[in-house]
């Protein structure tokens, strides 16, 4: 997956804080927004003080290095229940959840697929189940990957937070 050009910057100030940078995106070209999606560690949902924390850090860094020329917004975010799968790590941690994937070279003539993902090897290739096949996607030519929205999921999902709430 290509690299944000400031991930380099953001990451540290990131793990120092406690947190797992997701992904760093720019959206917009003429007034910018610098999107940073964060995730904690322990497993636990992202909520509105997370996000100012790592916000007002980045914000410090971002002043001090001034490393975007014009001006733009920072917006800082949870991966959300459709989380995009980034690193390797991320589909060892979803195996077995319905995902979309891109890829940046064809296999097996295709570079979309929507199905399982089964399990990723040492090697970093990606067992992926789509319409009862089994396809091998290399992790290092997937453009893009994320988690679907399933009734599935919406239920695991609702009965996370009903653990939360009690």
């Known amino acids: 997956m290509d690299k944000h050009p400031l991930e380099d ?9 406690g947190y797992e940078l ?17 995730d904690r ?3 636990k949902d992202v909520n509105v003080d997370d996000c100012a924390k790592v916000s007002r850090a980045l914000s410090d860094v971002l002043d001090e ?7 733009y917004s920072l917006e800082v975010s ?17 195996v077995g959840y319905e995902a979309k994937v891109e890829m940046s070279v064809p296999v097996e003539n295709r570079k979309r697929f929507k199905g399982k993902i089964l399990a990723i090897n040492p090697q970093n290739i990606v067992s ?8 091998s ?20 999902f609702a009965a996370a937070q009903d653990d939360v709430d009690l």
């Open 9 to 17: 910057l953001l990451m540290p100030v990131v793990e120092k804080l």
């Open 22 to 38: 997701v992904r760093v995106l720019t959206i917009g070209a003429k007034n910018p927004t610098l999107q940073v999606m964060i």
């Open 41 to 43: 560690l322990d497993g």
């Open 65 to 71: 290095k001034d490393p975007i020329e014009n001006q």
């Open 78 to 94: 949870s991966p959300g229940i459709d989380r995009p799968l980034t690193k390797p790590e991320h589909f060892s941690r979803f």
């Open 128 to 135: 992926f189940e789509m319409e009862n096949v089994v396809y």
């Open 137 to 156: 996607l290399p992790f290092d030519e997937i453009s893009k990957a994320k988690i679907v929205i399933t009734d599935a999921l919406l239920a695991q």
